[in-house]
């Protein structure tokens, strides 16, 4: 059975840093095969993709984001992390990560997903 699990989610002021962390398990191919994306969801709001990598380790991010997250893997331990810095108010929403063997990039159509874990940027 697939299991996503997101971490390091909390609170931080505006202009800090968080490393949120997606460990995976149990999937039948090899980490490798896989493309990884970051969503978001703010309360009332729809997901909003937020930054994806490929197999090849081309990466894309959402407008907002841009020059602020870092997608990254960690293949020797079938992590995925995304580096934000600089978060904002706006930034504050659950965070979810999701793997798929296609290339769906900030589409949210991944067929695996994490519960989430939230992020509350405020001074």
């Known amino acids: 059975q697939v299991r996503l699990v997101e971490s390091g989610g909390g609170s931080v002021q505006p202009g800090g840093s968080l490393r949120l962390s997606c460990a995976a398990s149990g999937f039948y191919y090899p980490y490798n095969i896989y493309n990884w994306g970051w969503f978001r969801q703010a309360p009332g709001k729809d997901r909003e993709g937020v930054a994806a990598?490929?197999?090849?380790?081309?990466?894309r991010y959402g407008d907002s984001v841009k020059g602020r997250f870092t997608i990254f893997k960690d293949s020797a331990n079938s992590i995925v992390y995304l580096q934000m810095n600089s978060l904002k108010p706006e930034d504050t929403a659950t965070y979810y990560c999701?793997?798929?063997?296609?290339?769906?990039?900030?589409?949210?159509?991944?067929?695996?997903w994490g519960r989430g874990t939230q992020v509350t940027v405020s001074s």
């Open positions: 999701a793997a798929d063997r296609a290339r769906w990039f900030l589409q949210a159509k991944y067929d695996y």
């Open positions: 990598i490929d197999t090849d380790g081309n990466t």
